[in-house]
């Protein structure tokens, strides 16, 4: 049994969060069940709907991806949201002038600049945890809220075109991802394949790897690893460094591969959702995959929802409830173990 | 540019955000850390607002939002103190909770306007130039930001109740060992700043403003959680920190206003998170003055008398 628990205790979260949900929504005078389908459908119902449900997983991903790697390397990484935002920022800096290079070229430099941007951010945080002590979650909240009005500075001045909302120019073409589907106007680039190869690298390197058992072993227990003759500090900046890298690649997808260009803020809280998703998917790469998924249908569905006149925070509620869930596991064992036991005496 | 107008504006920007982080101070020196400051400012601006809106009665408003972020503020408490998961994890979860809730019971309340606070000058006080009208014309919720603050200074730092919340938040087992039960002093402390915080919600839809918008408190609660370190865990520091970032708030909307591009706006609105990520650095390099002013030794640690940390 014990084996299936990272499985069923997110199933079961997820369950229980949407039926608790339900009353929410029956609250305001609408049908949950009618709500549900509506989301469903708006999620997978047509081609469109489901690419549209894909490209918004992509970077969400890999936002999980990265604060599931810095759970698993023992730093809470709170600040994927504002790694995202300096990948994405550098990468257009880099992407708008790259219009005489060659697509092989353009493309993965402007990748690598958004990943060592987000890598850079996040080391700010490592490096001052090391040294300092200061906490990484407080020191990665800053960092959100500094690259957040630095993002929104550098569109509405140094970077800015047009009118209307604060935007950058559009990238080269050639720095733009290739687009692997169309439906309609909807276009689904190859950015899912970088977050699936993404997940599948963090796996290797997290299961097959001397450097990724030293970071698990740094995580799981950080005086016995020092003991064990691994270096802490330089492990909290290296652990940060490449949560933030994958934090950045999230940025870099969602510029190169659907906006092609710094729109707003960009990042719309995926980073904050790289939470969520890392707590879901009980930090494992493939576990992530599928919490991401969710995550983008219920994105996607929920947009519908809001046509429909019941408010998309409807998403935020079941977040919360799923992540509380997650994180007190002993409540869903309780209720899983309490029911069991009912039955045997029955 | 008008300096009476501009004070008076900073103390009215600084207001939400000084009951927030006064908020959060009780809860942290307990040893709670709750990052679910934003959710919990939504549901008292929500709460606020429709209290006020339906029955038109402010300070009953006003105090059912303290109850209402008293009772969020429990299901951050049950989690972390009482099954001791990751406060952080539990304090996010707080904050989409709030902000998911607010926004769609909200919904049906947006763009309606409903009663608010209105100033009340303070005879006498108001006379002084500069400092007279900016401090002492201000509507009921300033005043009671200001007794506040001084209250819980001295509660905090003179009384034997905040000693005893201090050592909690400090040495939980050595507080434990003198008799003082350590759950119930921080189940009492996350609840009145979660109160606290709510009203700092509150303050936004019943004296700045006299109506709910989803999402009005626009990270406010993060700022408060600056605001924390920043004042070093002392109201009357969060006091100035808040005004002070009030003053900034002001600022920038008056930039904004007079069409100065937007470019020293979104830098302005940087700074308070620059100045606090570079004072906590300052704060940790130094061991001793670490000790002095720096975080509760427990923050965060939840306790258990069988686990020894």
Redesign the interface.
Known sequence: MEKYWGFIIPVVSVLVALIIAAFVILSVGKSPVEAYIIMVKGAFGSAGAIVNTIVKTAPLVLTGLAVGFGFRAGVFNIGAEGQMIMGALTATAVGINLGWAPPYFALSLTIISGMLAGAGWAAIAGYLKAKTGAHEVVTTIMLNWIATYLSAYMVQVPLAVGSGTPKSPEIAPSAKLPVLMKVGPLEMSAGIIISVIAAIVMYVVLEKTTMGYEVKAAGFNPYAAEYGGISISKNITMSMAISGALAGLAGVVELMGVHHRFLGTLSGGKGFDGISIALIGQNHPIGIIFAALLMGALRTGSNEMQFAGISKHIVMIIQGIVIFLVAADRIVRTMILWRKRRKVKA | MNVEGLLSASIRYGTPLLFATVGEIITERSGVLN?GLEGLMLMGAFTGFVTAYSTGNLWLAFTLSLVVGALFAL?HAF?SIT?R??Q???G??????G???????G??YVGRPAVMFQPVAIPGLEKIPVIGPAFFKQDPLVYVGYVLTFFLAWFIFKTKAGLTLRAVGEEPAAADARGVNVFWVRYLATLVGGALTAAGGAYLSLAATSMWM?NMSA?RG?IA??LV?FAAWDPLKAMLGSYLFGFIMSLQFRLQATGE???SA??L??LP??V??VS??L???NESF?KRIG?PSAL?VPYSREEKT
């Open positions: 990052l299901i989690m099954l998961v990751n952080v994890v539990s996010l979860a707080l904050t989409m909770l902000s998911g809730l607010s926004g769609i019971l919904r049906a989803e990270g993060w959680i600056a370190i591009v937007h470019v979104n830098l609105l940087m998170y620059l606090t990520l906590m650095v704060f940790s390099i670490r975080a965060g």
